[in-house]
Structures are given as structure tokens and as C-alpha cells.
């Protein structure tokens, strides 16, 4: 009776998640993501940077993407913009747009997609422009690809609106200015203009403000809320910054060793993760809101080496809860869905479903 | 711009002022009597002594150089012994061929060099760059006069394909009327497409042997840049706009690639425009780099001198072009 009506509880919670975030109630998937695989081949050895990721994103939903350095985050980004370069390859996984398949092993089909259907905001925005061409021209490159029969004159109005709609000041004088005479703050809004040129419906922003200092950060977050506000933009975020996930993300998503390895609610996420890496994950930052005495906590162990993964469990060497068992040892662990349907949760772990009930059971008694 | 122009240009001049001080009194330390030269070992004590005070050699040193410099301002370079003409003519008649050979040169270097990068860089085949690294590496330890023997040897004793070493054109041709006096244009000018089918003909064994080298630098050069850029961030985001895999090549990761070789070109091309003596020697070229070094053997001061000035003018010259070409390709070196 009680168990019903939690369950009740969180639908309502989540339901009220998607209404804010979209605009058709009943919002649509975007962008469904299934079984990518992407590897690295350097002399014989096979780097496993992707494996087995699969994940819808609705339209206007903020997904963000947490996990450690190396855990494949960049990688996954660039495997669905079909951007891998060689010694890279997307060695399985399909990628679907809109209801339609994405063109990922057609290089020359794929230009129609890239920048028109799905945008990419860089990391770092210092190396992110070509230093020896105008801002004008490099916002203009991305419009004319994709809408050739407009004059040069409209190009450049549009390159204009852009360029004030991320709130550069005198957009218009300077448009013929080259990257270097803008700061990293002023850059990264270029670079957010030249992903939402053509009004993508999802924009994947890979650490878009790991470069910036605090106050920039958070100027940029606003302005980027703001614009996939309007433009009912899907966003994927790839950050380390969990606070970032906490205050923009509608769902977060746990990379660890190339596999998604957690989805849930942005809410249900941070009561209590499911996945005994997103759980460590958590208390190793620090929050104002769970005041500890004592250090730290950190993960003990390194990540694992992705050319030389084990049998089961990636996780499993460093796992407080299945450290030495079997199950954990010899078989990768499935994905469960959990929670009500509609609750977006999703854990790969042997022990999700009892880790899950035990937590929603404590958050009973509580 | 214009305060950055003069900068460059003063700075131009005192390289140039410097060559001819050292120049000069390299010459004049050089042990050797050129009295002694000009007159012959038969020449009596008292005319060597009337020669060498009427050469102007018994005045102060610094006296010697400023009439040495203010003639040559005035255009008036002094006299060649050994030839027994003017300098200016002599230079006259044997700077074009040099210029010529050292433009084709360097333009088959240029031409080659990025051509053969961009093959190495741009599908990153590892039989192709293999290849590519492997000329470079040939042809930078190959020495010049040696490659044009053999290439001499292949392509004229052999194959008799083309011309042996016999200077600009063959010799049945007649040069074209002189407009430029570099016959390959000078032929187009007159529309005689044989004259300079010949020219052409003649160019092409000299100027790859002395393209060489200057070719194996730049393309290691170049491909090294290009691999750099290639990796950078913007050429990613470039490409996620939905541009192509070549555009992208062709259109950002070359220029940037480019722009750090310019200083290097500019340096190759001044120097071969000051000639090469080996390469003139072995293909019978009647250039700059033969006549100086024939001018060294026999003590001839005046030419000797004045093919100094001459190179470091050109190697001034060249480097503002250079600085200028900058400040128009790349714009974080224009100053506003």
C-alpha cells in the first residue's frame, strides 16, 4: 500500500520534470542512440572507448553525461556525430535522428546531418576556431552549408542575429574580427552561435565551460539555457561538473569504461544513486548540503585499461558491494530498468534491483 | 603599419650595411696582390706600385669604402680585371640566367613540396607517407652536383630525352629579344613557342636538381604543420558545421599549416636567387654563382664585392616581402 503510493509520488515528480522541459506535453524522442560500439586501434592493441551505449534523448530534455577522464564521454559525442577519425573507427550501433537513421559510415551524407540535425559545442574554446579566419566567416560557413540559396547580404544578417542572440555586444561591427581579439568567454558564445546556426534539435555541448572561470561559467550556462529554451533544443551535456548536471540536466547519465552504466532522474539521481559507481561518484564532491566531518571521500583504484577489460563487471575491482563475487567477476552486468514506467532509470549493476528497493524502503521509514 | 614598414626597412638597411663592411674588409685582409694579378708576374716593381696607387689602394681603408659605396650608389661597380668589363655588365649578363633557374627551382620545390604533403597528410595512407618521408630524406642528403650528373646521365646520355648540359637554350636557337631577359617569358611575350618549348626544355634537369633540397626541407616542413593542425580543435568543429573532409583540408587546416613555412620559403628563394656554383658548373649554366666563383679563383675583387651586396639586398628584399605577406594572410599579425 505504502510501496504504491511512493511510486505514485516520483510519477507525478517526473511527469512535472518533462512538462517544464518541453513544450508538447507528450514530448517526442529526438534522438535514439542504440548499441554504439567505438574503438581505437593502435598497433594490435584495440581500445574499447564505447561499448554497447544505448539511450533516447526527448525533444527540449537536458541529458547530461558524467564520468570520469577517459571513461568515453568525448568519444561517444563524436561517434554520433559520425566525427571518429582514424585510428578510430564506430565499429557497430546505429545512431537515429528524428525517426529517421543517421548516415554514420557515409562521410559525405553525414555533412547533411552534422550542423543541420545536430550541433557540437567544443570544449575548449581557445583552440576551437580557426585563428586565421574571421568570426564572420566561420559563423556564415555553417549557414551556407546548409541553406545555399541565400545571398551573401542574408547570410551575413543572419550571422549578425546570431552573433547578438549569444549577447555579443556591437555584433555587427564585430563580425570581421578574428578569434583572437575576442576573450574565452566571448569565444564560447561563438561557438554556441555556430552550433545553433541552422536551429539543431540537439546540441551536444562537451564540457562547454570546463575552460571558463566560475563567473563566465555560469553566464554561459544561463545564455545556454535560454537559447535551447527558445529553440526547443534537445541538449546532451558532457561535463565532470556534477553541480552543473544538478542545476541544468533533466537526466543524468554515468559513463564508466565506455558503457553507460547509470540513467536516471536529475532528482532521483542525487537523493540516492543506484549504481555503487554513481553512489561513490557522489560523495566525492563536496556538497553544501551534506556537511561531513573527515576528508574526502575518493574511489580507491584506478580505472580499468580499455584495451585489457575484465570478463564482468568494469567496475568490479573497485566495487565496495561486489568486490570478489562471482557474479560480479564473470558476467557483465545487463541493463534493469527500475522505478515506475516513465522514470527514465536505468542501472547496469547484478545488484540494481536490490539496491534500488532497500534505498526506496529506508526512504519509507525516513 | 607604416611605422612597422619603416622598422623593417631600417632594420633591412643595416643588414645590408653590415654585409658590405664585412664584405669589404674581408676582401681587403684576403692575403694576395691584385696589382700583381691584373699586370701579370712580368709586371716591374714601379708599375705594380703606379697600379696599386691608382686602384686607389694606398688610401685610408674607411676612404677606400666610402668611394667603393658612394660609386656603387651611383651605379658604378667597380671594374672587372679578369674579364675586362664593367661589373654591372658582367652582372647584367649573368644575373638572369640565375634568376630564371632559381624561380623555376623554386617553384617546382614549392609546387612539389605541398602537393606531396597534402597526399601524405591527407588520407594518412602509410604507404604514401612512407614514400613521401622517404624523398625527403633523399633528397636532403643527396648532394645537388652529383643528383644533376646522374640525372644528366639518365635523361640525356641514356634516354636522350632531354638536353645535355648546354646552358640556357640549344644551340641552334637564337634568345628572344630581351624584355625581361628571362627567355622562357620573354618568348611568350613574342609568342615563339619553339624558343621557348626549348627554354622550358632546358630548365627542367637544373632547376629539380637545384630544388632539391629546398623541395625535401619544405615538405617535411609542411607535413609535420599539417599533422599538427589537422589534430586541432577547430578543425572538429569545422566539421561538425556538416563541412566536408577535403573543404575542411583544403580550407583551414592548409592556410594554417602554410603560414609558419612562409618565413622559410622566403629564405630558400633568396638563396637561390644568389646562385649556386656546383649546380651552374655541372649544367654549363651561365648564371651568377659560376662567375663568382671563377671571380674568387683569380682575386677579382670588384665582382666578388659586388655579388655580396647584391645577395644581401636580395635577402632584405625578400624577407619584407615576407613580413608583408603576413600582415596580409595572417590576422593575428596585422597590426591595427
Known amino acids: 500500500m505504502s510501496d504504491s503510493k511512493a511510486i505514485g509520488a516520483r510519477a507525478t515528480r517526473t511527469s512535472k520534470v518533462e512538462h517544464t522541459a518541453g513544450d508538447p506535453p507528450e514530448a517526442e524522442t529526438v534522438l535514439s542512440v542504440r548499441h554504439i560500439q567505438t574503438e581505437f586501434v593502435t598497433r594490435g592493441t584495440v581500445v574499447r572507448a564505447v561499448r554497447d551505449v544505448s539511450f533516447d534523448v526527448k525533444r527540449a530534455q537536458k541529458v547530461g553525461i558524467v564520468g570520469e577522464s577517459g571513461s568515453g564521454k568525448s568519444a561517444l559525442a563524436l561517434?554520433?556525430?559520425?566525427?571518429?577519425?582514424?585510428?578510430?573507427?564506430?565499429?557497430?550501433?546505429?545512431?537515429?535522428?528524428?525517426?529517421?537513421?543517421?548516415?554514420?559510415?557515409?562521410?559525405?551524407?553525414m555533412g547533411r546531418v552534422r550542423g543541420r540535425e545536430i550541433g557540437l559545442v567544443f570544449q575548449d574554446p581557445m583552440t576551437a576556431l580557426d585563428p586565421v579566419q574571421s568570426i564572420g566567416d566561420q559563423v556564415a560557413e555553417g549557414i551556407r552549408r546548409?541553406?545555399?540559396?541565400?545571398?551573401?547580404?542574408?547570410?551575413?544578417?543572419?550571422?549578425?542575429?546570431?552573433?547578438?542572440?549569444?549577447?555579443?555586444?556591437?555584433?555587427?561591427?564585430?563580425?570581421?574580427?578574428?578569434?583572437?581579439?575576442?576573450?574565452?568567454?566571448?569565444?564560447q558564445r561563438i561557438m554556441i552561435a555556430i552550433a545553433l546556426a541552422n536551429s539543431p534539435d540537439v546540441l551536444i555541448a562537451d564540457e562547454p565551460t570546463t575552460a571558463l572561470d566560475v563567473i563566465t561559467q555560469a553566464q554561459i550556462m544561463d545564455l545556454?539555457?535560454?537559447?535551447?529554451?527558445?529553440?526547443?533544443?534537445?541538449?546532451?551535456?558532457?561535463?565532470?561538473?556534477?553541480?552543473?548536471?544538478?542545476?541544468?540536466?533533466?537526466?543524468?547519465?554515468?559513463?564508466y569504461a565506455g558503457r553507460l552504466v547509470e540513467r536516471s532522474g536529475v532528482d532521483d539521481i542525487f537523493d540516492?544513486?543506484?549504481?555503487?559507481?554513481?553512489?561513490?561518484?557522489?560523495?566525492?564532491?563536496?556538497?553544501?548540503?551534506?556537511?561531513?566531518?573527515?576528508?574526502?571521500?575518493?574511489?580507491?583504484?584506478?580505472?580499468?585499461?580499455?584495451?585489457?577489460?575484465?570478463?564482468?563487471?568494469?567496475?568490479?575491482?573497485?566495487?565496495?558491494?561486489?568486490?570478489?563475487?562471482?557474479?560480479?567477476?564473470?558476467?557483465?552486468?545487463?541493463?534493469?530498468?527500475?522505478?515506475?514506467p516513465g522514470a527514465e532509470m536505468r542501472v547496469e549493476c547484478h545488484f540494481a534491483s536490490e539496491r534500488y528497493e532497500r534505498a526506496r524502503a529506508e526512504g519509507e521509514t525516513r | 603599419m607604416?611605422?612597422?614598414?619603416?622598422?623593417?626597412?631600417?632594420?633591412?638597411?643595416?643588414?645590408?650595411?653590415?654585409?658590405?663592411i664585412l664584405a669589404f674588409i674581408f676582401l681587403r685582409i684576403v692575403p694576395?696582390?691584385?696589382?700583381?694579378?691584373?699586370?701579370?708576374?712580368?709586371?716591374?716593381?714601379?708599375?705594380?706600385?703606379?697600379?696599386?696607387?691608382?686602384?686607389?689602394?694606398?688610401?685610408?681603408?674607411?676612404?677606400?669604402?666610402?668611394?667603393?659605396?658612394?660609386?656603387?650608389?651611383?651605379?658604378?661597380w667597380g671594374f672587372s680585371y679578369s674579364a675586362g668589363q664593367p661589373v654591372t655588365t658582367q652582372v647584367a649578363n649573368r644575373l638572369p640566367a640565375t634568376v630564371e633557374l632559381a624561380l623555376y627551382a623554386f617553384l617546382f620545390a614549392f609546387i612539389a613540396a605541398v602537393v606531396l604533403a597534402v597526399l601524405s597528410t591527407y588520407r594518412r595512407r602509410a604507404i604514401i607517407d612512407g614514400t613521401v618521408r622517404g624523398l625527403a630524406i633523399i633528397g636532403l642528403s643527396m648532394p645537388p652536383f652529383w643528383f644533376g650528373i646522374l640525372v644528366l646521365m639518365l635523361f640525356f646520355s641514356y634516354f636522350g630525352i632531354l638536353p645535355g648540359p648546354e646552358g640556357r637554350l640549344s644551340p641552334t636557337t637564337?634568345?628572344?629579344?630581351?624584355?625581361?631577359?628571362?627567355?622562357?617569358?620573354?618568348?611568350?611575350?613574342?609568342?615563339?613557342?619553339?624558343?621557348?618549348?626549348?627554354?622550358?626544355?632546358?630548365?627542367?634537369?637544373?632547376?629539380?636538381?637545384?630544388?632539391?633540397?629546398?623541395?625535401?626541407?619544405?615538405?617535411?616542413?609542411?607535413?609535420?604543420?599539417?599533422?599538427?593542425?589537422?589534430?586541432?580543435?577547430?578543425?572538429?568543429?569545422?566539421?561538425?558545421?556538416?563541412?566536408?573532409?577535403?573543404?575542411?583540408?583544403?580550407?583551414?587546416?592548409?592556410?594554417?599549416?602554410?603560414?609558419?613555412?612562409?618565413?622559410?620559403?622566403?629564405?630558400?628563394?633568396?638563396?637561390?636567387?644568389?646562385?649556386?656554383?656546383?649546380?651552374?658548373?655541372?649544367?654549363?649554366?651561365?648564371?651568377?654563382?659560376?662567375?663568382?666563383?671563377?671571380?674568387?679563383?683569380?682575386?677579382?675583387?670588384?665582382?666578388?664585392?659586388?655579388?655580396?651586396?647584391?645577395?644581401?639586398?636580395?635577402?632584405?628584399?625578400?624577407?619584407?616581402?615576407?613580413?608583408?605577406?603576413?600582415?596580409?594572410?595572417?590576422?593575428?599579425?596585422?597590426?591595427?
Not at chain 1, 546548409?146 to 563580425?175: C, F, G, N, W, Y
Request: net charge neutral; charged share 15%.
Open chain 1, 79 to 109: 561517434s554520433i556525430l559520425g566525427l571518429i577519425e582514424p585510428p578510430g573507427r564506430v565499429t557497430g550501433g546505429s545512431v537515429w535522428l528524428n525517426g529517421r537513421e543517421v548516415p554514420l559510415r557515409d562521410d559525405r551524407r
Open chain 1, 146 to 187: 546548409h541553406q545555399r540559396r541565400i545571398s551573401r547580404k542574408a547570410v551575413r544578417r543572419m550571422a549578425v542575429q546570431l552573433l547578438q542572440d549569444v549577447e555579443i555586444p556591437m555584433a555587427d561591427h564585430r563580425l570581421d574580427d578574428y578569434p583572437h581579439q575576442y576573450s574565452g568567454g566571448m569565444r
Open chain 2, 174 to 336: 637564337a634568345a628572344p629579344d630581351a624584355v625581361t631577359h628571362l627567355y622562357t617569358v620573354d618568348a611568350l611575350l613574342h609568342g615563339q613557342f619553339a624558343t621557348f618549348l626549348d627554354a622550358v626544355w632546358h630548365l627542367i634537369l637544373p632547376a629539380i636538381t637545384l630544388g632539391l633540397a629546398p623541395f625535401a626541407f619544405l615538405v617535411r616542413l609542411l607535413r609535420a604543420n599539417l599533422l599538427d593542425v589537422s589534430h586541432e580543435a577547430f578543425i572538429v568543429v569545422v566539421r561538425s558545421k556538416g563541412i566536408g573532409r577535403l573543404w575542411a583540408f583544403a580550407r583551414h587546416a592548409l592556410p594554417n599549416a602554410f603560414l609558419p613555412t612562409l618565413t622559410a620559403a622566403g629564405l630558400i628563394l633568396a638563396q637561390l636567387l644568389s646562385g649556386s656554383v656546383l649546380v651552374e658548373k655541372v649544367f654549363n649554366w651561365p648564371g651568377i654563382g659560376a662567375l663568382v666563383s671563377d671571380s674568387i679563383v683569380r682575386q677579382d675583387y670588384a665582382v666578388v664585392q659586388a655579388f655580396i651586396l647584391l645577395s644581401a639586398f636580395c635577402f632584405v628584399v625578400v624577407n619584407i616581402i615576407v613580413d608583408l605577406l603576413y600582415h596580409v594572410i595572417d590576422p593575428r599579425v596585422r597590426v591595427s
Open chain 2, 32 to 76: 694576395g696582390n691584385p696589382a700583381r694579378l691584373i699586370l701579370g708576374p712580368l709586371a716591374t716593381q714601379q708599375a705594380i706600385d703606379a697600379q696599386i696607387t691608382t686602384m686607389g689602394l694606398r688610401e685610408p681603408i674607411y676612404a677606400q669604402y666610402l668611394n667603393y659605396m658612394g660609386g656603387f650608389l651611383r651605379g658604378n
Open chain 1, 224 to 255: 545556454l539555457e535560454r537559447l535551447v529554451a527558445e529553440h526547443h533544443t534537445a541538449v546532451i551535456l558532457i561535463t565532470h561538473n556534477l553541480g552543473l548536471v544538478a542545476e541544468f540536466c533533466d537526466v543524468v547519465q554515468v559513463m
Open chain 1, 272 to 340: 540516492g544513486a543506484t549504481h555503487p559507481y554513481t553512489e561513490a561518484l557522489l560523495r566525492s564532491v563536496p556538497r553544501s548540503d551534506h556537511l561531513e566531518s573527515g576528508p574526502l571521500p575518493s574511489i580507491s583504484g584506478a580505472p580499468p585499461n580499455l584495451a585489457a577489460l575484465p570478463r564482468g563487471c568494469a567496475f568490479e575491482p573497485r566495487c565496495p558491494i561486489g568486490h570478489g563475487r562471482e557474479v560480479c567477476i564473470q558476467e557483465q552486468p545487463m541493463p534493469i530498468l527500475l522505478g515506475p
Open chain 2, 2 to 20: 607604416i611605422r612597422f614598414m619603416g622598422v623593417k626597412l631600417a632594420s633591412g638597411l643595416a643588414a645590408i650595411f653590415g654585409a658590405s
